[in-house]
């Protein structure tokens, strides 16, 4: 009787699956990524804030590698400008705005012609008279709708959301959820007033009392505030988180210690990360 080798027959294929899978693999890391992020900041004068642009560029970076996007960051401003931004499909400002008016109108542009913007916290700030002015009608009273910064909690305190879940960005997200810790901000136009604004997260009254002063009016015992929100006229949502908790008490000693971290919270690194691929990936605002 002749003997028939079955090994060969499964070797052979075992060693067909795995090249297959390992040519799988590799074109998907080597392939086209869904879309090109650039994330423009400053970096300078405060320290909550330069916390955080530390914290996110690692934090994008991996998302990018697990996510199939890329990611990139820029402190030159001088970027904004319609040659660079062709080759990116969303924008991030993370912790400023640009200031030179050429940048500002090829900003303005990028939007207007389809491009995704997300914004954090600091980047939405403007009040005259500061070293910020609000001197950019089109970006705080038409792009984000804000107006002028008006107020903040002091010291930087965890919050409980409420969250529109009827949205693209927020349709996987709990009705509730708790942030990090963080300063938030009070503005100058009530946003459920403006019919181009969508609020997607606002503090819930669980929150209350929010904040822990000195100043009693740092904290905060009642009122509405959006702190998450999408234009819909362009692929856009600004975050107002973006600001973690320091170790203020010892700031003189340049310790420089972060107590806080804001992707530290699961959920609020998942609304991120969904309103990224959202507007990544989204052929318009909805």
């Known amino acids: 009787m002749t003997r028939i080798n079955l090994h ?14 390992g040519l799988s693999t590799a074109n998907a890391q080597n392939g086209k990524p869904k879309f090109k992020v ?5 970096g ?15 934090w994008f970076a991996k998302m990018a ?30 912790d400023t705005r640009p200031e030179d008016p050429a940048q500002r109108a090829a900003f303005q542009k990028y939007m207007e012609n389809g491009g995704g913007w997300l914004g954090f916290h600091f980047a939405a700030f403007a009040l005259t008279p500061s070293g910020v ?18 107020s903040n909690i002091w010291r930087p305190s965890a919050a409980i959301l409420d969250v529109d879940q009827n949205h693209p960005a927020t349709k996987d997200m709990p009705k509730t959820f708790k942030t990090s810790p963080n300063e938030w901000y009070r503005w100058e136009f009530d946003l459920r007033k403006n019919p181009d604004i ?16 000195p100043k009693q009016s740092e904290i905060w015992h009642s009122g509405y505030y959006p702190v998450v929100w999408t234009n819909k006229n362009y692929k856009m949502i600004y975050f107002n988180m973006g600001h973690n908790d320091m170790d203020y008490e ?16 699961p959920m609020e690194a998942k609304l991120i990360l ?3 691929m959202w507007v990544g990936g989204s052929p318009k605002s909805q």
């Not at 009273?141 to 910064?149: P, R, V």
């Not at 997607?200 to 904040?211: M, V």
């Not at 003189?252 to 919270?265: A, M, R």
């Open 274 to 276: 969904d309103a990224l």
């Open 8 to 21: 060969k027959p499964v070797k052979l294929i075992v060693m067909l699956c795995v090249l297959y899978f």
């Open 198 to 213: 969508r609020i997607l997260c606002s503090i819930d009254s669980a929150s209350f009392p929010l904040g822990t002063g």
């Open 250 to 265: 010892h700031k003189y000693d340049n310790t420089d210690k972060t107590l806080s971290y804001t992707f530290s919270s």
């Open 133 to 150: 002015p609000a001197n950019w009608d089109w970006y705080h009273n038409t792009f984000l709708g804000s107006g002028q910064y008006v």
């Open 38 to 42: 650039i994330a423009f900041y400053t």
């Open 44 to 58: 300078r004068e405060d320290k909550a804030h330069i916390s955080f642009m530390h914290e996110a560029h690692k």
């Open 65 to 94: 590698a697990e996510n199939n996007f890329a990611y990139d960051s820029t402190k030159n401003w001088g970027n904004m400008n319609a040659e660079f931004l062709k080759n990116y499909q969303v924008v991030l400002f993370l």
